[in-house]
Protein backbone atom coordinates (compact mmCIF):
# COMPACT_ATOMS: atom_id res chain seq x y z
CA UNK A 1 0.00 0.00 0.00
CA UNK A 2 1.30 2.98 -0.87
CA UNK A 3 1.34 6.12 1.65
CA UNK A 4 -0.74 9.25 2.23
CA UNK A 5 0.05 12.67 1.62
CA UNK A 6 0.05 15.59 3.60
CA UNK A 7 -2.26 18.66 2.80
CA UNK A 8 -1.72 21.94 3.89
CA UNK A 9 -5.09 23.47 4.14
CA UNK A 10 -5.48 27.63 4.16
CA UNK A 11 -7.72 29.22 7.32
CA UNK A 12 -9.41 32.52 7.50
CA UNK A 13 -7.50 35.11 8.89
CA UNK A 14 -10.73 37.27 9.99
CA UNK A 15 -13.88 35.86 10.75
CA UNK A 16 -15.46 37.68 7.86
CA UNK A 17 -12.09 37.22 5.19
CA UNK A 18 -14.36 34.78 2.91
CA UNK A 19 -13.54 36.18 0.34
CA UNK A 20 -9.55 35.51 0.72
CA UNK A 21 -10.40 31.90 0.79
CA UNK A 22 -9.45 29.39 -2.60
CA UNK A 23 -12.53 28.13 -4.63
CA UNK A 24 -11.02 24.91 -4.42
CA UNK A 25 -10.89 24.63 -0.70
CA UNK A 26 -13.85 22.33 -0.46
CA UNK A 27 -11.74 19.59 -3.14
CA UNK A 28 -8.89 19.75 -1.42
CA UNK A 29 -10.76 18.89 1.86
CA UNK A 30 -12.52 16.30 0.52
CA UNK A 31 -9.16 14.55 -1.02
CA UNK A 32 -8.37 14.50 3.01
CA UNK A 33 -8.93 10.92 5.40
CA UNK A 34 -8.10 12.67 8.84
CA UNK A 35 -7.14 16.48 9.66
CA UNK A 36 -4.51 17.51 12.48
CA UNK A 37 -5.58 20.62 13.32
CA UNK A 38 -4.42 23.51 15.71
CA UNK A 39 -8.43 24.37 16.96
CA UNK A 40 -10.70 21.20 16.26
CA UNK A 41 -14.24 23.39 17.22
CA UNK A 42 -13.03 26.08 15.18
CA UNK A 43 -11.91 24.16 12.03
CA UNK A 44 -15.03 21.86 12.35
CA UNK A 45 -16.95 24.84 11.73
CA UNK A 46 -14.56 26.57 9.22
CA UNK A 47 -15.44 23.42 6.89
CA UNK A 48 -19.25 23.08 7.81
CA UNK A 49 -19.57 26.94 6.45
CA UNK A 50 -17.26 25.49 3.06
CA UNK A 51 -19.17 21.96 2.88
CA UNK A 52 -22.32 21.65 4.55
CA UNK A 53 -23.06 17.95 3.70
CA UNK A 54 -19.31 16.93 5.24
CA UNK A 55 -19.99 14.43 7.77
CA UNK A 56 -18.01 15.11 10.56
CA UNK A 57 -17.41 12.54 12.04
CA UNK A 58 -16.05 10.03 9.13
CA UNK A 59 -13.12 12.09 9.55
CA UNK A 60 -10.16 11.34 12.26
CA UNK A 61 -9.39 14.47 14.56
CA UNK A 62 -5.83 15.27 15.71
CA UNK A 63 -5.27 18.40 17.93
CA UNK A 64 -2.16 19.84 17.61
CA UNK A 65 -1.74 23.02 19.98
CA UNK A 66 1.31 21.21 21.33
CA UNK A 67 2.78 18.50 18.90
CA UNK A 68 3.75 15.46 21.24
CA UNK A 69 4.97 11.97 20.56
CA UNK A 70 1.59 10.83 20.92
CA UNK A 71 0.46 13.04 17.89
CA UNK A 72 3.34 11.82 16.03
CA UNK A 73 2.69 8.43 16.23
CA UNK A 74 -0.93 8.82 15.23
CA UNK A 75 0.49 11.11 11.96
CA UNK A 76 2.81 8.38 10.94
CA UNK A 77 0.61 5.50 11.29
CA UNK A 78 -2.28 7.36 9.59
CA UNK A 79 0.16 7.98 6.56
CA UNK A 80 1.88 4.28 6.26
CA UNK A 81 -1.48 2.97 5.84
CA UNK A 82 -2.35 5.10 3.10
CA UNK A 83 -4.20 7.89 4.21
CA UNK A 84 -4.27 11.44 3.44
CA UNK A 85 -4.12 14.24 5.62
CA UNK A 86 -4.76 18.28 6.13
CA UNK A 87 -3.15 20.36 8.29
CA UNK A 88 -4.67 23.75 9.14
CA UNK A 89 -3.68 26.00 11.39
CA UNK A 90 -5.70 28.32 13.92
CA UNK A 91 -5.66 31.06 11.52
CA UNK A 92 -3.35 31.74 7.64
CA UNK A 93 -1.20 29.21 6.42
CA UNK A 94 -0.05 25.96 7.79
CA UNK A 95 2.77 25.46 8.95
CA UNK A 96 3.85 28.98 9.05
CA UNK A 97 4.12 30.39 12.89
CA UNK A 98 2.38 27.13 13.27
CA UNK A 99 2.96 23.95 15.43
CA UNK A 100 2.25 22.27 12.51
CA UNK A 101 5.69 22.90 11.08
CA UNK A 102 6.46 19.86 13.02
CA UNK A 103 4.33 17.47 11.11
CA UNK A 104 4.92 18.65 8.09
CA UNK A 105 9.18 18.09 9.35
CA UNK A 106 8.24 14.24 9.81
CA UNK A 107 6.84 14.17 6.44
CA UNK A 108 9.30 15.26 4.51
CA UNK A 109 11.67 12.69 6.68
CA UNK A 110 9.19 9.56 5.86
CA UNK A 111 9.68 10.44 2.15
CA UNK A 112 5.65 11.75 1.73
CA UNK A 113 4.47 14.37 -0.65
CA UNK A 114 3.97 17.58 1.00
CA UNK A 115 1.11 20.00 -0.61
CA UNK A 116 0.68 23.16 0.30
CA UNK A 117 -2.39 25.21 -0.75
CA UNK A 118 -2.19 29.12 -1.02
CA UNK A 119 -4.29 30.72 1.29
CA UNK A 120 -4.78 34.19 3.28
CA UNK A 121 -1.24 35.13 4.86
CA UNK A 122 -1.15 37.97 7.09
CA UNK A 123 2.29 38.31 7.48
CA UNK A 124 3.00 38.49 3.72
CA UNK A 125 -0.10 40.57 3.44
CA UNK A 126 1.12 43.44 5.56
CA UNK A 127 4.52 43.36 3.88
CA UNK A 128 2.99 43.38 0.15
CA UNK A 129 0.88 46.51 1.61
CA UNK A 130 3.80 48.03 3.38
CA UNK A 131 6.47 49.40 0.89
CA UNK A 132 9.05 48.21 2.91
CA UNK A 133 12.02 45.98 1.69
CA UNK A 134 10.25 42.72 0.21
CA UNK A 135 13.69 41.10 -0.79
CA UNK A 136 14.82 40.65 2.69
CA UNK A 137 12.68 40.59 5.53
CA UNK A 138 12.17 38.52 8.90
CA UNK A 139 9.43 37.42 11.00
CA UNK A 140 10.50 36.95 14.98
CA UNK A 141 6.31 36.28 15.96
CA UNK A 142 6.23 37.15 19.81
CA UNK A 143 8.76 39.93 21.15
CA UNK A 144 9.35 39.66 24.88
CA UNK A 145 6.48 40.09 27.24
CA UNK A 146 8.74 41.75 29.92
CA UNK A 147 8.91 45.73 29.10
CA UNK A 148 12.63 46.55 29.25
CA UNK A 149 13.61 43.11 27.65
CA UNK A 150 10.59 44.03 25.05
CA UNK A 151 12.44 47.38 24.54
CA UNK A 152 15.93 45.98 24.01
CA UNK A 153 14.30 43.48 21.67
CA UNK A 154 13.13 45.99 19.29
CA UNK A 155 16.18 48.40 19.48
CA UNK A 156 18.12 45.34 17.93
CA UNK A 157 15.58 44.74 15.97
CA UNK A 158 15.66 48.55 14.40
CA UNK A 159 19.88 48.37 14.14
CA UNK A 160 19.64 45.59 12.16
CA UNK A 161 17.13 47.28 9.42
CA UNK A 162 19.52 50.09 9.40
CA UNK A 163 22.57 48.07 9.07
CA UNK A 164 21.17 45.55 6.48
CA UNK A 165 17.55 46.88 5.29
CA UNK A 166 15.96 44.04 6.98
CA UNK A 167 12.30 44.71 7.28
CA UNK A 168 11.60 42.82 10.48
CA UNK A 169 7.99 41.26 11.26
CA UNK A 170 6.41 40.81 14.35
CA UNK A 171 3.22 40.19 15.95
CA UNK A 172 1.55 40.35 19.14
CA UNK A 173 -1.25 38.95 21.56
CA UNK A 174 -4.49 41.44 20.69
CA UNK A 175 -5.06 42.39 24.04
CA UNK A 176 -0.69 43.56 24.48
CA UNK A 177 -1.45 45.66 21.21
CA UNK A 178 -1.48 48.81 22.66
CA UNK A 179 1.42 48.00 24.73
CA UNK A 180 3.96 46.77 22.11
CA UNK A 181 2.91 50.14 19.87
CA UNK A 182 3.74 51.99 22.95
CA UNK A 183 7.35 49.89 23.38
CA UNK A 184 8.00 50.62 19.45
CA UNK A 185 7.29 54.58 19.79
CA UNK A 186 9.24 54.51 22.91
CA UNK A 187 12.11 52.55 21.52
CA UNK A 188 12.59 53.53 17.95
CA UNK A 189 14.07 56.72 16.16
CA UNK A 190 11.46 59.07 15.23
CA UNK A 191 12.40 58.88 11.67
CA UNK A 192 12.00 54.93 11.45
CA UNK A 193 9.15 53.94 9.36
CA UNK A 194 6.32 51.77 11.14
CA UNK A 195 3.80 49.76 9.44
CA UNK A 196 0.84 48.57 11.09
CA UNK A 197 -1.98 45.92 9.47
CA UNK A 198 -4.66 45.56 11.35
CA UNK A 199 -7.94 43.20 10.71
CA UNK A 200 -6.04 42.02 7.54
CA UNK A 201 -9.04 40.97 5.20
CA UNK A 202 -11.27 41.63 7.42
CA UNK A 203 -14.59 44.39 6.52
CA UNK A 204 -12.67 47.18 8.30
CA UNK A 205 -9.00 46.27 7.07
CA UNK A 206 -6.12 49.04 7.60
CA UNK A 207 -2.21 48.60 6.61
CA UNK A 208 -0.39 51.70 7.28
CA UNK A 209 3.30 52.52 7.23
CA UNK A 210 4.77 55.90 8.49
CA UNK A 211 7.35 57.42 10.55
CA UNK A 212 7.19 56.82 14.73
CA UNK A 213 6.90 60.61 15.15
CA UNK A 214 3.99 60.26 12.92
CA UNK A 215 2.37 57.48 15.11
CA UNK A 216 2.99 59.31 17.89
CA UNK A 217 0.50 62.17 17.15
CA UNK A 218 -1.80 59.84 15.83
CA UNK A 219 -1.81 56.66 17.93
CA UNK A 220 -4.45 53.86 16.43
CA UNK A 221 -6.38 51.84 19.27
CA UNK A 222 -5.39 48.50 18.62
CA UNK A 223 -6.57 46.51 22.02
CA UNK A 224 -8.26 43.41 21.06
CA UNK A 225 -7.64 43.72 17.37
CA UNK A 226 -5.70 41.41 15.01
CA UNK A 227 -2.19 43.08 14.31
CA UNK A 228 0.97 42.65 12.62
CA UNK A 229 3.85 44.91 13.10
CA UNK A 230 6.65 45.87 10.28
CA UNK A 231 9.86 48.04 11.20
CA UNK A 232 11.78 49.20 7.74
CA UNK A 233 12.31 51.71 5.50
Same mark, same amino acid.
Given at each position: ??????????????????????????????????????????????????????????????????????????????????????????????????????????????????????????????? /?? #????? $?? !????? @?????? *? +???????????? /?? #????? $?? !????? @?????? *? +????????????????????????????????????????????????????
Amino acid at each position: MSVGKVFLLPMLLHEEGWNSIPADIVSWIQQCDAFFVENEKTTRRYFKKLWREMVIEDYTWCAIHKVEAEQITVFKELLQAGKNIGIISEAGCAGVADPGQILVGIAQEMGVIVKPYVGPNSILLAL /MA #SGMNG $QL !FQFHG @YLPIDN *L +ERKKKIQTLEQD /MR #SRTCT $QI !FIETP @YRNDQL *L +ESILQSCNGNTKICIGVDITGPNEWIKTATVDHWKKNKPELHKKLAVFLIGQ
